[in-house]
């Protein structure tokens, strides 16, 4: 059974960080891509951050802005985000995917999810 288990969520003041990771157990997801994702109270969950298995090319929300950087360790099956300079509208359940080959931006180029993470950043 395929699991992602998502932590390092809580509670940050403006201007603070944050580094999010995702652990999967179940299978290998070396060779596919893994993303975050977030969902903020009566929004839509929307793309935060993608990284390729295969080179490791990342992809960002514009309003990222250089702010987030995706990682990955495959020895690990583990994604990170890292969340620098976070602002007030940063606040959302980030969701960790996997398996994802292709529109590795949208919810439906991925086959696996996590539970979710809560990031409340307090102005």
């Known amino acids: 059974q395929v699991q992602l288990v998502e932590s390092g969520g809580g509670l940050v003041q403006a201007g603070g960080s944050l580094r999010l990771s995702c652990k999967a157990s179940?299978?290998?997801?070396?060779?596919?891509?893994m993303g975050w994702f977030r969902q903020a109270p009566g929004k839509e969950r929307e793309f935060v951050a993608a990284?390729?298995?295969?080179?490791?090319?990342?992809y960002y929300a514009d309003f990222v802005k250089g702010r987030f950087t995706i990682s990955r360790d495959n020895a690990m099956n583990t994604v990170y985000l890292q969340m620098n300079n976070l602002k007030p509208e940063a606040t959302a359940v980030y969701y960790c995917?996997?398996?994802?080959?292709?529109?590795?931006?949208?919810?439906?180029?991925?086959?696996?999810w996590g539970q979710g993470t809560q990031v409340t950043v307090a102005s």
């Open positions: 995917a996997a398996g994802g080959n292709y529109a590795i931006t949208r919810q439906y180029g991925y086959g696996f």
């Open positions: 179940g299978r290998t997801f070396s060779s596919d891509a």
């Open positions: 990284i390729r298995g295969s080179d490791h090319s990342t």
